[in-house]
């Protein structure tokens, strides 16, 4: 069973939810974002007034289901043009700040 | 003043050889230049290679090769259509110098049936409003009254083809964003059915929601560019694999026999009785033309706008994961380690509107709550698709206001989200339940703005849609009435 939702998001919450959604807030979005959300929140809850009981969830208006297509190997975008929009690159890669602790070392 | 002419006026004129591509393509940019730093309608502009695309159909046309259906009409893009030429913004610090390494399907189509591409027009970030206020490079203004804004989110398309800054455009609408702002500037916005065009190339919003559609100034118009634009794609598994009508075939033949469903659910207190009484005068009219007049029932519209803020921002909190700072897009300056090259980067690229999306969607789908708001916003979108299959057991369309009010002045609604949402009350449902709708011109308010009719239709009836439009519109002249900017 789900559980029963307040319908408020407080602060906690939302930097709990900022965390997930990899976005660095402000000390001043905080209590911003938990006005703004519990508000749209509590306009959502009348969700919960409608019994719905017996009847599937729909996650998209076309019955269209297992659209394949033959395995073939087709020619891709060439490196140079997946990385001309890359922040910052190096020969065929992406690059992002370290990630393991340099000092365990390799090999 | 010179009176604004059809795109599909201006290409027979191109191949009748009464004008060139290259002057209509001209003068289009001549006017961009003189009223686009008051509307701010685009968001970039491409002189050169519009005029070269023009130079080639002249040049195509003198030597007696075939012209495509749009050929020399000069045409505008919603920024968020991927395009191999320019800049792909969607309104978006977080894509402000994004180049697209391939065009979205319906740019390629466009570009195949001649379309002269003079812009990219300007947005609510990633399609994220109802007023064009949320893009991160400036508010457009609304042609009919620089003070109020021209809906959203397709906002730059609507006031660009209202003022006659292209000939048409192509937007996209995801709870209202192709008929909302069309209602608003008083053009003609046709949200097709779910799947029958390509959204191959279009940054996506809410995936099972978005579909891109026609913003022209007439009818036939829209049919014009709803034949080049619609369907199967291979490059999109959602896209309809059946063969698609020639739309302007029979557009003047009215339907016979039609029934129109009048819901009393549209009749909502906060519909402004300007508006309400332009819906009535259009029904009557089709009434006087022989249409039978049914009461219907959508017993669960009421829940459409917060089964869809569930819906659509959990959708966007997935598919808005992508913008990581690694890959394309913003990157934060110095980064501390690589959550926060996350973190920041995302939360420097986007502005307050899509946080507050994403924050919505990513809260709706974690762990705990997902059921109590995902799947519950997924059974009601059920229960609103089968109003809709019984409504059109009793009626062929359903007529309504596509706004509750006309345009409303900038600022007034921007500081409280929910109003804002509450804009779409009356488009939501469409997407939800992935049928076809459009709004077409049916007067105007005391205060000169324009005002909207909805048609809401079943799956895949956009042909039979469109007549009943032109029928309404062959017999009115809303559609003629030029906004007082030129």
């Known amino acids: 069973m789900a559980n029963a939702p307040s319908n408020l998001l407080d602060e906690k919450q939302v930097r709990h939810v900022a965390k997930l959604a990899r976005l660095k807030l402000t000390d001043a979005d905080v209590p911003r974002f938990s006005q703004q959300i519990s508000s749209i929140l509590q306009y959502i809850a009348q969700l919960q007034q409608v019994n719905t009981t017996g009847f599937e969830a729909m996650s998209h208006p076309l019955p269209l289901t297992n659209v394949l297509r033959a395995d073939e190997v087709k020619p891709s975008l060439p490196v140079q043009q997946v990385l001309q929009n890359a922040p910052s690159s190096e020969g065929p890669f992406f690059t992002v700040p370290q990630v393991l602790d340099a000092t365990l070392g390799g090999g | ?486």
Not at chain 2, 346 to 358: D, K, L, N, S, T
Not at chain 2, 452 to 468: H, K, V, Y
Request: charged share 15%; glycine share 8%.
């Open chain 2, 1 to 486: 003043m010179q009176s604004l002419i059809s795109a599909l006026e201006v290409r027979d004129q191109i191949a009748a050889g009464t004008i060139t591509a290259t002057a209509a393509t001209t003068a289009t940019l001549d006017r961009i230049k003189r009223l686009d730093k008051t509307l701010h309608a685009y968001n970039s502009t491409f002189e050169e290679s519009a005029l070269q695309q023009a130079a080639a159909i002249d040049q195509a046309r003198s030597a007696g090769q075939p012209l495509g259906p749009l050929a020399g009409v000069p045409f505008a893009l919603k920024d968020n259509l991927c395009t191999t030429f320019g800049t792909t913004t969607c309104s978006s610090k977080m894509l402000q110098n994004f180049r697209s390494p391939y065009n979205a399907t319906v740019v390629n189509k466009l570009q195949a049936a001649g379309a002269v591409i003079v812009g990219k027009t300007n947005l609510d970030e990633f399609a994220m409003g109802s007023s064009t206020e949320n893009s991160a490079f400036g508010v457009t203004r609304n042609p009919w009254n620089t003070q109020c804004v021209p809906g959203g989110s397709s906002g730059g398309s609507a006031a660009a083809t209202a003022a006659g800054l292209c000939y048409a455009s192509v937007g996209s609408d995801t709870g209202g964003s192709i008929r909302q702002p069309a209602s608003l500037c008083g053009i003609v916005g046709l949200k097709p059915t779910y799947g029958l065009v390509s959204r191959y190339g279009l940054v996506a919003f809410a995936s099972s929601l978005d579909q891109i559609g026609p913003m022209t100034r007439t009818v036939a118009d829209a049919a014009l560019v709803l034949n080049v634009i619609a369907g199967h794609d291979a490059l999109d598994s959602t896209s309809w694999p059946d063969p698609v009508p020639d739309y302007l075939h029979d557009l003047d033949v009215p339907l016979r026999e039609v029934r129109i469903g009048l819901p009393a659910e549209f009749e909502t207190e906060g519909t402004s009785p300007q508006v309400a009484q332009a819906v009535k005068a259009a029904v009557d009219f089709y009434k006087s033309q022989g249409a039978r007049i049914v009461p219907v029932e959508l017993p669960h519209m009421r829940y459409g706008i917060a089964a869809y803020y569930v819906i659509a921002p959990a959708e966007a909190s997935s598919n808005l994961a992508r913008y990581d700072g690694v890959h394309y897009g913003h990157r934060t300056a110095a980064p501390q380690d690589l959550y926060d090259l996350y973190a920041a980067s995302r939360a420097e690229g986007f502005g307050p509107e899509v946080q507050r999306r994403i924050m919505l969607g990513t809260y709706a789908l974690s762990s705990g709550y997902y059921d109590a708001y995902y799947v519950r916003a997924q059974q009601v979108r059920q229960l609103i698709k089968q109003d809709f299959d019984a409504a059109f057991k009793k009626c062929d369309f359903i007529l309504g206001p596509t706004s509750p009010t006309a345009a409303f002045e900038i600022g007034s609604k921007s500081g409280d989200p929910l109003q804002m949402y509450l804009c779409d009350v009356f488009t939501v449902t469409c997407n939800i339940a992935g049928i076809p709708g459009m709004s077409i011109p049916c007067g105007f308010s005391t205060d000169g703005l324009p005002i909207g009719l909805q048609i809401l239709g079943p799956t895949f009836s956009e042909a039979r849609m469109l007549r009943l439009a032109r029928q309404y519109e062959s017999h009115h002249d809303w559609h003629k009435r030029q906004p007082p900017i030129q």
